[in-house]
């Protein structure tokens, strides 16, 4: 099956400064990647995803970045705010799977101080 | 739109007592359902999915169990509670076809 690896597992960075989560996956198959943002107590929310027929994806602050050929994928936060601060998960999905079955990272814990 | 609803949002359980959480989705059809736990720490263990009324596939045999007696309703359930199962259950659904996942709100359940 698939096996997604995610790092750091925890991040601070000041306010204003940028953070990047990284994450590999080990099935070529794979061609969905979506993050999730998790408050505390919250669910978790999708915030952005990308198909492997592109590099790169924004969302004002928030990018995504996916070399297929490493297979390796990066959530790109800018200026960040203090509202930022959350668990966030990757995940990969296999093309063809009718389920759309997700596997998932551990998660990173991001801080940003103010 | 698209809302999915979870029930109880907390619940505190005996050990040994039985479990019943209940998932409903509204505003789309034959969706697939999806049911994780996430333990105390991060990671989102998949328990159970289902692509259509009856149909249930297991993830991890364990002493919970899975049923969907309707096409927009996932039920996740247990004969006899252990510790271990507590934890943060989340129910989510996904468009037919579609690859994006929206999880519901989650019940917290703790066994004491």
């Known amino acids: 099956g698939e096996n997604v690896e995610q790092h750091p597992s925890t991040l601070s960075v000041q306010e204003g400064d940028s953070a990047v989560i990284k994450c590999t996956y080990s099935?070529?198959?794979?061609?969905?990647f979506p993050w999730y943002k998790q408050e505390l107590g919250k669910r978790p929310q999708l915030i952005i995803d990308?198909?492997?027929?592109?590099g790169e994806k924004k969302d004002q602050r928030i990018a995504v970045t996916l070399n297929k050929t490493a297979k390796h994928f990066s959530l790109h936060i800018t200026e960040t705010q203090p509202e930022d601060s959350a668990v966030y998960f990757c995940?990969?999905?296999?093309?063809?799977?009718?389920?759309?079955?997700?596997?998932f990272g551990r998660g990173t814990q991001l801080t940003v101080w103010p | 739109s698209q809302t999915i609803h979870q029930w109880p949002a907390t619940l505190v359980q005996p050990v040994g007592s039985p479990l019943s959480l209940e998932c409903t989705v509204e505003?789309?059809?034959?969706?697939?359902l999806y049911w994780y736990r996430q333990a105390a720490g991060r990671g989102l263990q998949l328990l159970f999915y289902?692509?259509?009324?009856?149909?249930i596939s297991s993830e991890v045999p364990q002493n919970l169990s899975a049923s969907r007696p309707q096409d927009r309703q996932f039920i996740l359930s247990s004969k006899k509670l252990l510790l271990s199962d507590s934890g943060f259950y989340l129910c989510?659904?996904?468009?037919?076809?579609?690859?994006?996942?929206?999880f519901g709100p989650g019940t917290r359940l703790t066994v004491t």
């Open positions: 989510a659904w996904s468009p037919v076809g579609g690859r994006e996942q929206y």
């Open positions: 099935d070529s198959a794979s061609n969905y």
């Open positions: 990308i198909r492997s027929n592109v």
């Open positions: 995940a990969a999905s296999k093309r063809g799977s009718t389920l759309g079955r997700l596997y």
């Open positions: 505003g789309t059809s034959n969706p697939n």
């Open positions: 289902s692509v259509g009324i009856g149909q």
